[in-house]
């Protein structure tokens, strides 16, 4: 493995719009289909999806939240340094491993915190911390990594987005969705004017959700891949498999053939193809 590694945030101004659930299965599929070593990284907030969607059990406070043994967040405080330094195997104690492949490394409580305390970092460090990590601490280690980000805009997020460069957005049927990415590229550019040298890139995006039986989700589809058709992924079915084996601890590639629906069929080559494509235009660095 060399010490590149490929990036990718998945982002959008919106919750409910299959962030994570794009994120788990591209991750899947980047593991299974390209045997690639990947990693996640859970910045969307304390509800753990990536950790449920995949059956991770997490250590536990005596509330019975999640309280990993290394939890993320630390890398974002004033002690990150001393902690690195001085604890043996701390980055081993945030990873946890899939069954399917790719590890994750879970969100956790103290993430809100941490966006907050970033708020006293100099601008111009403000930004760099999760990139450090990431080149530090996962580079040797893997070949990509996803972010997913939370569905607003604080510290965290630019993290983030600093850290990849590289941006995937799924989109949902809804107006509201086609205006929140225009408000995404007009951030990006944004973003990049502010900060020198940091230049994140719309890489990708994706019409989810799509129920072809739908003409209003048809034309949106349609509206999506008219207006990004430079970058556009193909569309991905709506299924109730996906949501039934999340909630199982899965993605759909932990299913036999014979026990997909066709909708989740369609969803899962479109999960495939999409990756190939996103693999192809990632550039490692």
């Known amino acids: 493995m060399s010490d590149e590694i490929k990036r990718l945030a998945t982002y959008v101004q919106k919750g409910g719009v299959a962030k994570t659930t794009s994120s788990s299965h591209i991750a899947v599929s980047a593991a299974q289909d390209h045997d690639l070593d990947v990693v996640l990284i859970d910045l969307a907030g304390t509800q753990n999806d990536l950790a449920t969607n995949f059956g991770v059990d997490l250590p536990t406070d005596e509330e019975d939240k999640p309280n990993p043994d290394a939890p993320v967040s630390a890398i974002f405080g004033e002690n990150w340094e001393f902690i690195r330094t001085n604890i043996d195997d701390v980055v081993d ?81 809804g107006q509201f969705e086609l205006n929140q990415l225009d408000n995404l590229e007009r951030d990006l550019e944004t973003i990049s004017e502010k900060h020198d040298g940091v230049d994140p890139e719309l890489v990708m995006v994706a019409p989810t959700m799509i129920d072809k039986r739908e003409p209003e989700h048809k034309r949106f589809a349609r509206t999506v891949e008219d207006e990004f058709s430079d970058i556009v992924g193909p569309r991905i079915s709506k299924t109730t498999d996906i949501g039934r084996e999340q909630g199982n601890g899965q993605t759909i590639f932990a299913l036999e053939d014979d026990e997909l629906l066709d909708t989740a069929e369609r969803a899962r080559e479109a999960y495939r193809d999409l990756t190939t494509d996103l693999l192809d235009r990632l550039e490692a660095r």
Not at 131 to 156: C, H, K, Q, T, W
């Open 93 to 173: 104690r945030m990873v946890f491993e899939t069954d399917e492949g790719p590890d994750l490394i879970p969100a956790d409580p103290g993430l809100g915190g941490a966006n907050n305390n970033l708020a006293n970092v100099p601008l111009d460090e403000r930004f760099t911390v999760l990139d450090d990590f990431v080149s530090d601490e996962l580079a040797p280690r893997y070949d990509l990594v996803i972010m997913d980000l939370p569905g607003n805009e604080n510290n965290i997020v630019l993290n983030g987005l600093f850290a990849a460069q590289q941006t995937f957005a799924p989109l949902r049927p």
